[in-house]
């Protein structure tokens, strides 16, 4: 990742170096070579499990979740990313916008380096989604307008088919019958959607300090999540509580009503939906290694179970 090309112009190298210095857990790029190693068919002790592609592969997958998050954080107006100030904060909007813009043609100019129709392929759908899961958001945001498909559809969108192109790209470079790529595929998708569903947990669980935003940052910026719908579900047999709830929440969308802040919690911990919701993640948890039971023994496969069991039991 850190040896992509440069831009000449100074702030904008700047902006980039930044950017790419506080790239997190490279959770994307660990998937894809972990899959990657535990789907290897070779039976050499002298063969490396991953080589250039695979590599090459990870490293345009993390370059296009990046450039993502400069993006998301222009419309988002986020000054914080994991507790430090984000690019729009300290240049402006139409830096954070260009950077992101930067990345993708460099994580394009990998991808065709490659010479494979069929990954290129694939993380063009992944950009796709992206849109199409950001448009969702906007649609459906300071509204009370999310049921459950489109809430999953957005997360697999907006998250998962990241993940999930990391997996299918990992088979493709293996070259791995059909039916196992899609095994990875999926791996991937229910990792995803697990690992957002603990975020939405989070938003209630975690202090700003840790988390690296403030707490409850969703609902403040008009988003309904998996605690919000299933408290909504609990309360449908009793109307005058979920109006009453409801109401609560729109206070906090529209009038950006804090004081409101105890009584959504009361209300979330009082219908446990916090608990239904670390139940929903396990479950997309338990798909995810469902998926690559078929995955011979191996450190690498360990490895990826150990991290579905990460991404349910984090705390950041």
């Known amino acids: 990742i850190q040896g992509i090309i440069m831009p000449d112009i100074e702030v904008l190298a700047h902006t980039i170096a930044q950017t790419l210095n506080n790239t997190g857990k490279l959770l994307r790029p660990l998937v894809g070579l972990l899959l990657s190693a535990a789907s290897s ?5 002298h063969e490396k499990p991953v080589g250039f592609r695979h590599i090459e592969t990870a490293a345009v997958a993390e370059l296009i979740h990046v450039a993502t998050l400069l993006h998301d954080d222009v419309i988002d107006d986020s000054d914080l990313r994991r507790g430090l100030p984000t690019i729009r904060a300290d240049y402006g909007n139409r830096l954070s916008i260009l950077s992101g813009d930067y990345l993708l043609a ?28 950001e448009v969702k958001q906007l649609k459906t945001g300071y509204t009370l307008d999310m049921d459950w498909p489109t809430y999953l559809r957005k997360n697999v969108c907006k998250t998962a088919s990241l993940f999930a192109a990391c997996g299918e790209s990992a088979g493709v470079n293996n070259h ?47 988003l309904i999540n998996a605690p919000v719908l299933i408290a909504f579900d609990k309360l449908n047999g009793q109307p005058d509580r979920l109006k009453q709830f409801k109401n609560l929440c729109l206070q906090l969308f529209n009038d950006q009503n804090e004081a409101v802040i105890p009584d959504i919690q009361a209300v979330i ?26 995955l011979r023994p191996s450190p690498y496969k360990t490895a990826l179970d150990l991290l579905v069991d990460y991404s349910i039991h984090r705390q950041m």
């Open 176 to 222: 791995l019958p059909e039916s196992n790529i899609a095994r990875l595929q999926q791996f991937g998708e229910q990792f995803g959607i697990a690992f957002q569903i603990v975020d939405d947990l989070l938003d209630y669980t975690a202090d700003a300090q840790t988390l690296g935003k403030p707490v409850l940052d969703d609902l403040k910026n008009g």
């Open 41 to 45: 068919t070779s039976t050499s002790s």
């Open 269 to 294: 911990d009082d219908t446990n939906a916090l608990a239904a919701t670390k139940d929903l993640a396990r479950h997309y948890a338990k798909a995810a290694t469902d998926a690559i039971a078929h």
């Open 106 to 133: 460099q994580a394009s100019l990998k991808l065709s380096q490659l010479n494979n129709c069929r990954l290129v392929s694939i993380f063009a759908m992944v950009l796709a989604n992206l849109c199409e899961g």
